[in-house]
């Protein structure tokens, strides 16, 4: 199974803290989403980082286990995931394993990132390719994922998770795996929001290869996405995310 092994010495620390910064006006839903797949990974505790009140109580309402915080400072965090639902954030530290997803994406192309010390994974659908350069955008067809998800992965130095029918993971040094499990019940709105935060919970593993345990989280979210479509004949983002538990 993917999920890190438990001992009887672990507690919620040791298992890891993620910190999940996502949601909007636009899209407060997007919030419970991302940090219901955080829930469900390798992380012991999950913080959710956000200044609107209105959408913390949101989350805090549905996930009483889960913590507000409204800045990262003297927070501890092993992992930190930002974008879905379009959240933003100032200042993004660079010295934590990353996710980005949404419009933080852009992120990704920016001078400050080049800056990081620890690595990052983006989350990009095709049309959010958008947020690296039209270059990806205008070349990219279902013959050639995998060629522009290694040329992302390169580029950029980043673990690129290309969503879309055959999911291609993929890091830097031409490297890559696709997913042939998930199907067309992950093509719902919200489905990518629940990939980002279980993402950013595996990656609070100390231990492992990052890219393993991304490939992971896309699996797990898989499953869970087939487990939904054998319950349910039209499948939405909430099923997905009730079904991580069960898988």
Same mark, same amino acid.
């Given at each position: ?26 899209? @407060? ?38 913590? @507000? ?21 100032? +200042?993004? @530290?660079?010295?934590?394993?990353? +996710? ?33 350069? /039209? ?22 130095? +980043?673990?690129?998770?290309? /969503? ?10 031409? +490297? ?7 199907? @067309? ?63």
């Amino acid at each position: 199974m993917p999920r890190k092994k438990l001992t009887d010495s672990d507690d919620k620390y040791s298992r890891g803290v993620v910190a999940i910064s996502a949601g909007s006006k636009k899209f @407060p839903g997007a919030a419970i989403l991302a940090v219901g797949g955080a829930r469900r990974g390798n992380a012991g505790y999950v913080k959710f980082l956000s200044k609107e009140s209105r959408i913390s109580d949101l989350v805090v309402s549905k996930f009483p286990d889960v913590v @507000p915080i409204q800045t990262l400072e003297n927070e501890r965090i092993d992992a930190l995931v930002v974008g879905p639902g379009a959240s933003h954030l100032s +200042v993004i @530290p660079l010295d934590l394993p990353l +996710v980005l997803d949404g419009e933080m994406i852009s992120f990704a192309a920016t001078s400050q990132f080049k800056k990081r010390k620890a690595y990052s994974v983006i989350t990009p659908h095709e049309g959010e390719l958008r947020y690296l350069g /039209k270059s990806f955008t205008n070349r990219i067809s279902g013959n050639n994922r995998a060629q522009i998800a290694h040329e992302i992965a390169n580029q950029f130095d +980043v673990i690129v998770v290309l /969503k879309g029918h055959k999911t291609v993971i993929a890091k830097p040094g031409n +490297v890559s795996k696709v997913d042939r499990l998930g199907g @067309p019940e992950l093509a719902t709105a919200g489905s990518g929001d629940i990939l980002a935060g279980l993402i950013g919970s595996f990656l609070v593993a100390n231990t492992g290869d990052p890219f393993e345990l991304v490939c992971d989280a896309v699996d797990m979210h898989s499953r869970a996405g087939k487990a939904a479509s054998s319950r349910y004949k039209s499948v939405t983002a909430v099923e997905i995310m009730e079904a991580l538990a069960q898988v």
